[in-house]
């Protein structure tokens, strides 16, 4: 990525603020380099045990802060820091550091938030899917123009009316799959969802509709949709069971064979109900040889996630060590002992879950949304609409893969958009989209989305422009991981690799040696008045 972004905004961006930075103390000098008394508090401070009241505290200290960098500094002289694994290792740190500087933790947790809070209500509805045609394949995308997406539009509205007229949903779904092959529209029931379950669009609808209501078409990346919704219901949340299955003898049992199932599985029951340990029951006598070997215990789950009959029995137990008489599924007959009652699971144990699907999607936006508002506030940022209107009557007739496409908007020399008064210009965007990959199949849906990455990447890479001036801390987190690399591998080299009975006494000979090797310089005179330098 920062290939891409700095190829297309560092032709253009010019940092308008110059750092003055004001030249701080120097500590020490140590084989020719000056070491920042901030550095030196830094790495103090990290150690709690050094009371900055105490001298000889602090002299002590100073003496191991000396040597320290002694050893970095023989480190340096074997060049150690310019080995391609290492400048390779240090990259990778500072890419993974910077972005915990570019994160805007406040606004992901609003986003979170809204995606748990959604989570509370258990959905469950019927649609009618109308699919748009299958586009021209562009690097393996399947590129759909808005002109194709107008004959589904009008069947969605026309089933809309119909039912909107009195035909109920149900009939309606049904006339228009019955003996279609082409599946051109499909009728499905969806008993529950979840959040980051289905596409955004979908989502935002089927979460705020009341049930019995009909929506108007919704479009998402396969087709539009027409959808009834059945129930919202309070998502009791997880449960955690046991279980001890008594499983039928054949994939189709017979009367007398499943009655057989339920008697064996009557008789576990009365030994629970008379006092037998459950776990042990479980390991001896279930068939499901996953859960059987630790005591018939499943993992906690939720609405939708089991067999109804399974989940509806759980869901039914209330307290905490209560048994169900034998249930019945697919598979056999069950008795279950509630371990957990169901109970909503903390956010703070789901937020995470919920980051890592939001970041691995296009709902990843979301989650910078707060950044990139702020940051546009920042920048001075400034929109042409005009301009991205013509960008998307491009992409009206062209699909944004295209060679028209691109050779076309090559050609448009209009300002986009301006941060820090740099001017960004349409044939830059379109050399972006070029090289920059997306799920979305509708055109002007693979733009926006493009557009979006575009402001965000640019943001990004000028927030990583000035890093170093806004967050001090960045440069002296860097630098230690720095010093920290060649101190290991040196110590490997001079020390860890010997008997651990001769460590000690090469410790001592390499300091020695150190000390006579390289020059140091400490200032006194800050040193004595460190106290009005600690914060």
């Given at each position: 990525m920062k290939k891409i972004v700095m190829l297309l905004v560092t032709v253009v961006f010019i940092s308008t603020i110059e750092a003055k930075e004001k030249k701080e103390p120097v500590i020490m000098t140590v084989a020719g380099k000056d070491i920042p008394l901030s550095e030196f508090i830094y790495i103090a401070k990290k150690d709690?045990?050094?009371?900055?009241?105490?001298?000889?505290a602090v002299n002590n200290f100073v003496e191991l802060f000396k040597d320290y960098k002694l050893k970095v500094a023989d480190a340096e002289s074997f060049n150690f820091h310019t080995h391609p694994k290492f400048l390779?290792?240090?990259?990778?740190?500072?890419?993974?550091?910077?972005?915990?500087?570019?994160?805007?933790?406040?606004?992901?947790?609003?986003?979170?938030?809204?995606?748990?809070?959604?989570?509370?209500?258990?959905?469950?509805?019927?649609?009618?899917?109308?699919?748009?045609?299958?586009?021209?394949?562009?690097?393996?995308?399947?590129?759909?123009?808005?002109?194709?997406?107008?004959?589904?539009?009008?069947?969605?509205?026309?089933?809309?009316?119909?039912?909107?007229?009195?035909?109920?949903?149900e009939s309606v779904g049904e006339s228009l799959t019955k003996d279609v092959?082409?599946?051109?529209?499909?009728?499905?029931?969806?008993?529950?969802?979840?959040?980051?379950?289905?596409?955004?669009?979908m989502e935002e609808k089927v979460f705020t509709m009341e049930p019995g209501e009909i929506s108007l078409p919704v479009r998402s990346p396969?087709?539009?949709?027409?959808?009834?919704?059945?129930?919202?219901i309070p998502n009791p949340g997880k449960v955690r069971v046991a279980h001890i299955l008594t499983m039928f003898p054949a994939n189709n049992p017979t009367e007398a064979e499943k009655a057989e199932t339920l008697r064996q599985s009557d008789s576990i029951y009365q030994r629970v109900m008379a006092g037998d340990d459950f776990a042990e029951l479980a390991k001896k006598y279930s068939k499901d040889s996953v859960s059987g070997i630790n005591g018939g215990v499943i993992p906690l789950f939720g609405i939708g996630q089991m067999i109804e009959s399974f989940e509806k029995a759980a869901f039914a137990l209330e307290k905490e060590g209560d048994i169900s008489k034998p249930i019945e599924t697919r598979y056999g007959y069950h008795v279950l002992k509630?371990?957990?009652?169901?109970?909503?699971?903390?956010?703070?144990?789901?937020?995470?879950?919920?980051?890592?699907?939001?970041?691995?999607?296009?709902?990843?936006?979301e989650l910078y949304h707060e950044f990139v508002e702020k940051m546009k506030v920042?920048?001075?940022?400034?929109?042409?609409?005009?301009?991205?209107?013509?960008?998307?009557?491009?992409?009206?007739?062209?699909?944004?893969?295209?060679?028209?496409?691109?050779?076309?908007?090559?050609?448009?020399?209009?300002?986009?958009?301006?941060?820090?008064?740099?001017?960004?210009?349409?044939?830059?965007?379109?050399?972006?989209?070029?090289r920059r990959p997306s799920t979305k199949t509708l055109s002007i849906d693979y733009m926006e989305e493009i557009f979006n990455l575009f402001i965000h990447d640019v943001l990004t890479e000028m927030e990583r422009e000035i890093l170093e001036r806004d967050f001090p801390e960045y440069n002296k987190q860097v630098k230690e991981y720095y010093d920290g690399f060649l101190l290991f591998e040196m110590s490997n080299r001079r020390i860890w690799r010997f008997p651990q009975e001769e460590q000690d006494k090469l410790e001592t000979e390499w300091v020695k040696e150190l000390n006579q090797k390289y020059p140091v310089v400490i200032n006194q005179k800050v040193l004595k008045n460190i106290k009005k330098y600690i914060n």
């Amino acid at each position: 990525m920062k290939k891409i972004v700095m190829l297309l905004v560092t032709v253009v961006f010019i940092s308008t603020i110059e750092a003055k930075e004001k030249k701080e103390p120097v500590i020490m000098t140590v084989a020719g380099k000056d070491i920042p008394l901030s550095e030196f508090i830094y790495i103090a401070k990290k150690d709690s045990s050094i009371d900055f009241n105490d001298k000889n505290a602090v002299n002590n200290f100073v003496e191991l802060f000396k040597d320290y960098k002694l050893k970095v500094a023989d480190a340096e002289s074997f060049n150690f820091h310019t080995h391609p694994k290492f400048l390779e290792d240090l990259e990778n740190y500072k890419r993974q550091l910077q972005e915990s500087y570019l994160e805007d933790k406040s606004g992901q947790d609003v986003a979170l938030r809204k995606i748990y809070d959604r989570s509370k209500i258990i959905p469950g509805f019927k649609h009618i899917l109308f699919r748009f045609p299958v586009g021209e394949i562009y690097s393996g995308v399947s590129g759909i123009l808005p002109k194709d997406t107008v004959a589904p539009y009008n069947s969605a509205m026309e089933a809309y009316n119909r039912i909107m007229s009195g035909e109920s949903f149900e009939s309606v779904g049904e006339s228009l799959t019955k003996d279609v092959e082409d599946r051109v529209v499909s009728y499905t029931t969806v008993q529950n969802v979840f959040p980051l379950e289905m596409t955004k669009t979908m989502e935002e609808k089927v979460f705020t509709m009341e049930p019995g209501e009909i929506s108007l078409p919704v479009r998402s990346p396969g087709g539009f949709h027409v959808i009834k919704l059945e129930k919202r219901i309070p998502n009791p949340g997880k449960v955690r069971v046991a279980h001890i299955l008594t499983m039928f003898p054949a994939n189709n049992p017979t009367e007398a064979e499943k009655a057989e199932t339920l008697r064996q599985s009557d008789s576990i029951y009365q030994r629970v109900m008379a006092g037998d340990d459950f776990a042990e029951l479980a390991k001896k006598y279930s068939k499901d040889s996953v859960s059987g070997i630790n005591g018939g215990v499943i993992p906690l789950f939720g609405i939708g996630q089991m067999i109804e009959s399974f989940e509806k029995a759980a869901f039914a137990l209330e307290k905490e060590g209560d048994i169900s008489k034998p249930i019945e599924t697919r598979y056999g007959y069950h008795v279950l002992k509630l371990l957990e009652p169901a109970h909503e699971i903390p956010y703070e144990e789901m937020a995470g879950r919920y980051y890592e699907s939001m970041r691995k999607s296009d709902r990843n936006f979301e989650l910078y949304h707060e950044f990139v508002e702020k940051m546009k506030v920042r920048h001075g940022y400034i929109f042409y609409p005009e301009a991205y209107d013509e960008l998307k009557r491009l992409a009206d007739e062209y699909f944004p893969l295209d060679t028209a496409f691109f050779n076309k908007g090559m050609e448009m020399e209009k300002t986009l958009i301006v941060f820090d008064s740099a001017s960004y210009k349409q044939n830059l965007f379109v050399n972006y989209v070029n090289r920059r990959p997306s799920t979305k199949t509708l055109s002007i849906d693979y733009m926006e989305e493009i557009f979006n990455l575009f402001i965000h990447d640019v943001l990004t890479e000028m927030e990583r422009e000035i890093l170093e001036r806004d967050f001090p801390e960045y440069n002296k987190q860097v630098k230690e991981y720095y010093d920290g690399f060649l101190l290991f591998e040196m110590s490997n080299r001079r020390i860890w690799r010997f008997p651990q009975e001769e460590q000690d006494k090469l410790e001592t000979e390499w300091v020695k040696e150190l000390n006579q090797k390289y020059p140091v310089v400490i200032n006194q005179k800050v040193l004595k008045n460190i106290k009005k330098y600690i914060n």
